[in-house]
Structures are given as C-alpha cells and as structure tokens.
C-alpha cells in the first residue's frame, strides 16, 4: 500500500493522510501491542465523549502496526500560535478549557491504566539513576494521594488541532487515570523546554481557572521530571532534569 509522504513524524510513528484519513504507521523497535494499546485510550476518551478521531481500525500496513483514524481538517493551537504570538494567552485559554473538561471525568479504573503503576514502570527503567534516587522518587510517588481523574499524559498545544469552532485533541498514548496535578505538571514542563513565559502563563490560567495551587502542582516535578528521564527525548535537556528531580523544581 503507496501511503505517499508522511505528514508528520514522532518518536514512535509517521502520520498519513489517506483517503481522507489519518493512518498512523508505527515504527518497528514497539511492542506488537502497540497498536492495539494506543487505539484502545483513544477510544475510551471518544467514548466520554470528548472532542477526540473516532478509531475506525487497527490493523497491519506494509508489515507495520497501524491505526486507521478519523482526519479533521485544521491547524494545531501551537502552529497558530506561531503565526499570531500576540494571541499566545487566548490559544493558552483555549487550550486549558479542553484540558479542564478532560479533567472533569472520572474514569472507569477497568478502561484505562492507573498513572500510578505508568509512572512507577517509567521511573524503575531510568539507568541513569542510582539506587537512592531510584528509592526516593518511588517513596515520593507513594506519597501522594489524589482523586482519579481522566489525564492526557502529554498535553500541549501541538496535540490540540482547532477545525471550525472546534479543538480536537490527538495522541492518547500517554493517557491514564491520576491526579490532573501531574497531568498540569507535565504540560508545565514541556512547555517549560521552550519557554519560561509560555509556562507560566498557562499555569497561571490553569491555576485561575480550576481553583488548583501551584504548589499542589509543584510537588509532582521529581516525579514527572523522573518518568519524563525515561523516554529519552533527544530534544530535552537530561541535566535540566535531574535538578528538577533534585528538588530544585523552579528550573
């Protein structure tokens, strides 16, 4: 099957657009369930009845994993954004409010993985860590308690694409059900990578708009910072990490 170019490339698949579709081909250092899992969370967040691709197969293409979705024609927040930088806190806005109706669902513990064991699984497969630090992230995850919440796991402007009045939110992957804390954390730091300002605006307006304090965010940074060591991204700062995760959570 001739899918043409990619539209995109991530660090586990390449997207294509076919027949007015959205195939993602994955690559093939993943597990064969893969596919399966990810197509899986997507459904289960269709199914709450987010803004989210309908599924519409799993199957195998050219000998690759794939999943057959649901295309909506539009940009992400993040492409906007870059074209308009003096509308950086409306699509911030925008992009908090489908983070807080995500937020609001409290999900079915049967449909979708806890964070907790996500995160304990991430942490224990760092290498870089010693025995200690390995000790003390876990004990720091066990401390914290929190009322389940559905969470995206990787939630940012480049996952939110706007068609018409609508934003469609993509890459459920790294969803699970945990504390919208570490969901707000996580976003903080990705967006922290780029951009201090960029950072703090959006806690400000997440903070502001669900009553959550920063510091009730803040004490997941060694954690998040911890599993966030684990998917070895080439384009994040490991030393920025570890000081994070080193309690100096303000880097």
């Not at 999943?67 to 992009?95: V, W």
């Not at 950072?199 to 009553?211: F, H, N, P, V």
């Not at 009730?216 to 911890?226: K, N, T």
Request: aromatic fraction near 8%; charged fraction near 25%.
């Amino acid at each position: 099957m001739n899918l043409g170019k990619p539209i995109a490339k991530g660090n586990t698949a390449k997207i294509y657009l076919s027949d007015n579709k959205i195939v993602k081909l994955f690559n093939d250092f993943l597990p064969d369930t893969e596919s399966i899992k990810e197509a899986n969370k997507q459904k289960y967040a269709y199914s709450c009845g987010l803004p989210v691709p309908e599924i519409l197969d799993v199957t195998n293409i050219n000998g690759k994993q794939a999943i057959i979705m649901e295309y909506f024609k539009g940009e992400t927040l993040g492409d906007l954004m870059a074209k308009e930088k003096d509308q950086t806190e409306y699509f911030l806005n925008m992009s908090v409010d489908v983070q807080l109706k995500i937020h609001s669902i409290n999900p079915n513990p049967e449909a979708i993985e806890p964070m907790h064991d996500k995160l304990l699984r991430q942490i224990e497969s760092v290498n870089e860590f010693d025995k200690n630090q390995k000790s003390d992230l876990v004990k720091k995850l066990e401390s914290l308690s929190y009322e389940s919440r559905l969470c995206h796991g990787d939630f940012h402007i480049f996952n939110l694409i706007k068609t018409g009045d609508e934003v469609v939110v993509i890459d459920w992957v790294d969803s699970s059900a945990g504390d919208i804390c570490a969901d707000v954390y996580r976003t903080y730091l990705l967006y922290s990578h780029l951009s201090t300002e960029l950072a703090d605006m959006y806690l400000r307006l997440y903070c502001e708009k669900s009553g959550v304090s920063k510091s009730d965010v803040f004490q997941w940074a060694p954690v998040i910072a911890g599993a966030r060591l684990s998917e070895s991204v080439s384009t994040e700062n490991s030393e920025r990490l570890m000081k994070i995760i080193n309690n100096d959570s303000t880097v």
